[in-house]
Structure formats: C-alpha cells, structure tokens
C-alpha cells in the first residue's frame, strides 16, 4: 500500500510541474483585473481627492495609533501559538525567539505565492534535529486559523444577507449548505484522518516523524491555540474596523464587524503571489464594503494601510534575523 501511495505521490508531483508554468500567469491576471477594478472605482467616484483617502482629522490619528499599539498584540499572539506548537520539540525556545522566528518567516514569505515562504522561513530558525516536526505543527496552525476565518465568514454571510445585492443573494443561498457542511467537516476529517495519512509519506523516518508530530497536537493544545486564533482574529478585525473609522466609515460596527469578516473569508479562497495580493485585497474590501454605501476611497485607503501595518512593517523588521537561517 505504501508502494502505491508513493507512486500516487510521485505521478501527482510531476503533474503539477507540468502544469505548473501554465498555471504561473493566473495570479497575475487575477491581480491585474483587481487594480483595474480598484481604479476604475476610485476614479468613477465623484471629485475624489486625497482627502477622501485620508481625512486629515483628530480622531482619524487616534485610529492609526491604536491600530499601530495593537501590532504587537497581533504578532505576538501568533509567535505564542508558534512556541507552544514547538515546545515539545524545543523544550528551550523562549518568547523572544518564538516572536523572532515569526517575523524572520514574515519576511521570507512575503516574496512567495500565498506567502508559503513562511514555513521555510519559520523552521530554518530552529536548530536542525525536528523541523519535519515543526513543520507539521505550522500546518495544523495553518488549519485551525483557517477554520476560524471560513466559519466566521459563513456566520457573517447568514448575517448581511439583507445587504446583498440579488446577484449575489442567489448564489449565496444555493451555495451557502453545501459550503457550511464543508467547512465543518473537512477540518474535522483532517484532525481525524491525518495522522493515517501520514504513514503514507515518502521515507520510513519521516513519515514517522510527520505522524508523530500529528499526534503531540492533543485536545488541551488544539483548544489553546483555537482560542489563541480567535483572540489573533478579534484584533485584527478590531485593526480593520478602527482603519475604516479613520478613512470615514459611517456604518456602525455591528454591521461593519460581519462584513470584515466576508472580506476576510473571500480573500482566503483567492490564489495569489504576495505582491499581487495589493490589488485582490483591495477589490474585495471595495466590492463588499460598497453594498453598505461605504466610497471606495475608504475601503481602498483602510486595506491598504491595514497591509502595510500588518504585513509590510513586521516583514521588514524581519528581515533583521534573516541572516541567522540555517539551511
């Protein structure tokens, strides 16, 4: 049976570079149609001016500056959740190193699709001996963060359907059974089935190992970094929300907070390279956020400063400790 996995493992593998160079122009063609949409919104709105994108106001400041106070909170919330994953492994990893790693991964990830240059990025920083381990710990950190943003973005659609526009409604509700059934069986399955699975990949000892690591992630740890990934989700939400309020938003939050939440879910099913992730970010937040009457100068300026705080400051603080990966 492992034979047969391994050629399955092996065909698959051949196939997909094959295939992958004809693959390679689709995140570009989806992020061009993204900006041009972007653009054509910013400009098909009325006597726009860069007041609009950012209204030169006290409370707009007070906004950026508790979004900026959070960031800590944000990143450090993930480098907990990577330091309890490893701690079986890396009994000596501290909180300073956990948080290390994580921006080190940060800025090696940001030049790569759907930024998986993360995991190498991550695991070089730990000493050789039980990376195979830590990387399968930052898969299943991966799936329990990816859980909470497909199953609070089901939870926001059921909770705007009165917003939608009927072009969007109808397939929502032909859709929506199938995709909530989905979302709580497939991470379900994986928890249950992926430990089996692993005795199928390629090489006696790191299957083992694979499998091993799979089975350190008890129920007291997974609920802990549930919880932990609920917390990381409520910040950055709260992030989003305080940006938009800065940009001028006028809808209230308990509207606003489902709504981030679709943006969120529609994002994280879209592929894309990180740089070209601009324009797909942006054309969501823009599309969605216009169902409530929100200018797209709000919805542009909020996402794109909210990327830059998140994503482009930690990267570049990053890139401190990229000089101490060990391959």
């Known amino acids: ?189 994986a928890l249950i089935f992926l430990p089996r699975i692993a005795s199928f990949v390629p090489g006696q000892t790191i299957g083992d190992r694979v499998r091993q690591a799979m089975v350190a992630v008890t129920p007291s740890l997974a609920l802990t970094l549930l919880m932990l990934s609920c917390l990381r989700n409520a910040v950055f939400s709260l992030q989003y929300l305080l940006l938009l309020y800065a940009a001028g938003l006028s809808v209230h939050w308990q509207l606003a907070i489902p709504l981030i939440w679709v943006i969120f879910f529609a994002k994280s099913i879209v592929p894309y390279w990180t740089f070209t992730e601009l324009g797909i970010r942006e054309s969501i937040a823009i599309a969605v956020l216009s169902l409530v009457g929100v200018s797209a100068a709000t919805a542009f300026s909020a996402t794109f400063i909210l990327y830059l705080i998140n994503l482009v400051i930690p990267a570049l603080v990053g890139l401190r400790w990229v000089h101490r990966i060990s391959w």
């Open 1 to 189: 049976m492992k034979e047969f996995a391994f050629k399955v493992y092996v065909a698959w593998r051949d196939a997909k570079s094959r295939s992958q160079p004809r693959l390679r122009w689709l995140p570009w063609v989806i992020s061009t149609a993204a900006i041009g949409y972007v653009v054509w919104r910013l400009v098909s709105e009325d006597s726009i001016s860069w007041t609009e994108l950012w209204p030169p106001s006290g409370s707009s400041l007070l906004f950026l500056g508790i979004t900026l106070l959070l960031l800590p909170l944000n990143w450090g919330l993930e480098a907990e959740k990577w330091r309890l994953l490893v701690l079986k492994w890396y009994p000596s990893i501290s909180r300073k190193q956990a948080l290390q790693a994580v921006l080190c991964g940060l800025a090696t990830g940001i030049f790569t699709p759907n930024r998986v240059g993360e995991y190498p990025g991550r695991i070089m920083t730990l000493p050789p001996g039980n990376r195979w381990e830590a990387a399968t710990s930052m898969f299943f950190d991966r799936l329990i963060q990816m859980i909470i943003t497909l199953w609070l973005g089901i939870a926001a659609l059921l909770l705007v359907q009165a917003h939608l526009p009927e072009a969007w409604l109808s397939p929502v509700k032909a859709w929506l059974p199938c995709i909530m059934a989905l979302c709580v069986m497939v991470p379900i399955a």
